[in-house]
């Protein structure tokens, strides 16, 4: 089953470019839902919008498994709405696990993710894992340094660090090996590896050198990631986050507000600052709604970047709708 994988996965990385942009349907046009093995695990990455959910339900459907998250936002029990969670409806359909299970407040990383997946890659059905953060599929099929845990208060030294003199300063601080490695203009990434820094006087960089094997090696699954035009993309951001809006996302945000403090990852959300500044009246809904989607057009292309630059071996497609 290995071998299969990485025929299915190679044989598009090698396809023509230009012949994947000219496809106008995904599903239909490669025929990707009789190419999986029905007992490879998938992994389906991809911008934000870009249609993952609905790939892995048509997968799942069509071919068996359970969706299992890959989001770092979609762990929260409190955004269902504004994270774009799959609804209880789709949820009937077929299994899904690591959704919304998280109450707000709770610690999490892609550590404590990855133990959680674990058992279910040796479950009776098979994974079908999606979402948007690629370091979460990176640890799972690349592996994960086994870096000792973050003391609260080198964490607390750390916000009042990123709040009092800035990210630049921040990133000035870390050893060149992790600043030439990660996204610098991901706050949550350089805070991350100012506080390996600080907690253990060695660089991200080099616990990363010495990461264990994976637990899902990638030549064992069918990997995939979801190829959005730029502008189809920020079209579909705009009108996702009005109809979200519309949806409940702000009485979500209106629940969160007598815990709301930032910068704990829960109220990371994209889009969740925003809207909670207009709740409290520091905005007018038309700006809050106007800030939430560009900050998601910026996250997106960070994605893009990041999908580009780590997973040039996967099989690029074009969105299934």
């Known amino acids: ?105 709770q610690d999490y990383s892609v550590g404590h993710w990855l133990r959680e997946v674990a058992p279910l890659l040796d479950g009776p059905a098979r994974p079908i894992i ?43 601080a870390l050893d060149p090996a992790t600043r030439a490695r990660i996204d610098t203009r991901n706050p949550a990434r350089v805070q991350r590896a100012w506080e390996v820094l600080t907690a253990t006087g060695r660089g991200l960089a080099g616990w990363q050198d010495e990461t264990p094997p994976p637990l899902l090696p990638a030549e064992r699954a069918v990997r995939l990631v979801i190829d959005a035009p730029r502008d189809w993309l920020a079209e579909r951001i705009d009108r996702r986050l009005v109809a979200m809006v519309a949806g409940g996302a702000l009485d979500e945000a209106r629940a969160a507000l007598p815990d709301w403090a930032p910068p704990a990852p829960w109220t990371r959300a994209i889009g969740a600052a925003d809207l909670v500044a207009h709740l409290r009246a520091e905005l007018p809904l038309d700006v809050a709604i106007t800030r939430a989607q560009a900050a998601t057009r910026q996250y997106a292309k960070r994605q893009r970047s990041w999908f580009r630059k780590r997973m040039r071996d996967w099989r690029w497609i074009p969105p299934p709708a």
Request: net charge neutral; charged share 20%.
């Open 1 to 105: 089953m290995e071998e299969i994988a990485t025929r299915f996965n190679c044989a598009a990385a090698r396809a023509p470019r230009g012949r994947r942009k000219n496809l106008k349907n995904g599903l239909q046009d490669i025929d990707i839902l009789s190419e999986i093995p029905d007992d490879v695990p998938v992994l389906i990455a991809g911008p934000t919008a870009a249609g993952k959910s609905a790939l892995a339900l048509a997968i799942a459907e069509a071919r068996g498994g359970m969706i299992v998250n890959a989001d770092a936002l979609q762990v929260w029990r409190i955004w269902r709405v504004l994270t774009a969670r799959p609804g209880p409806q789709e949820e009937a359909r077929v299994p899904h696990r690591l959704y919304g299970h998280l109450a707000s407040g």
């Open 130 to 172: 999606v979402g948007g953060t690629g370091l979460y599929l990176s640890a799972l099929t690349e592996g994960l340094a086994e870096i000792p845990s973050t003391p609260a208060q080198v964490r607390q030294a750390a916000d009042a660090c990123l709040a009092e003199r800035g990210l630049e300063a921040m990133i000035a």
